[in-house]
């Protein structure tokens, strides 16, 4: 029996053949430091979520489907957080591959060292559901979402130095 503090709302366990891959992108999405709980298993937790990875002796790469994890959807509150998390992904060369609209949100698509799908959710004013809403295309052109990202977090950052 392990010895740990009680998780937060949500615990994920993820089975793995490349726990090192594993354990520093999760650090990276979920902004939180690696404790390791025993020579198998490494957890990083955040406020809402603590995952944690396990090695295992006899995985090997599979289909994510293998795993019976085929995607993880997460919530990013605010524009900064979404930055930050975003930036800490491209250091370790992980870069959104999709984005998709879905009724009031915006989601960016990743895929974690196993090939589990990871979608970041962005609340945004712009994607809520209105009459022409069919009409748009699901699928969004990555760059154009991204761009979207650094200009509401320019808009941001120059609000904020106006004095009132």
Known sequence: ??????????????????????VAWWAALLGGRPQSLNSRMTAITSLSLRVVIERSQIAFAYHPEASGVTAVNLVLGDM???QRTLNRLAHLGSVPER???????IALWLRDPNGTDVA???????ARPTAEADALPK?????PVLAQIAGEIRHMSSTERTPD
């Open 99 to 105: 984005a998709t609209r879905e009724p009031g949100a």
């Open 120 to 126: 970041l959710y962005l609340p945004s004013p712009s």
């Open 139 to 143: 699928e969004l052109h990555v760059s």
């Open 80 to 82: 900064p957080v979404v």
């Open 1 to 22: 029996m392990n010895d740990v503090a009680a998780p937060p709302v949500v615990e994920l366990r993820l089975l793995t053949y490349r726990p090192k891959d594993m």
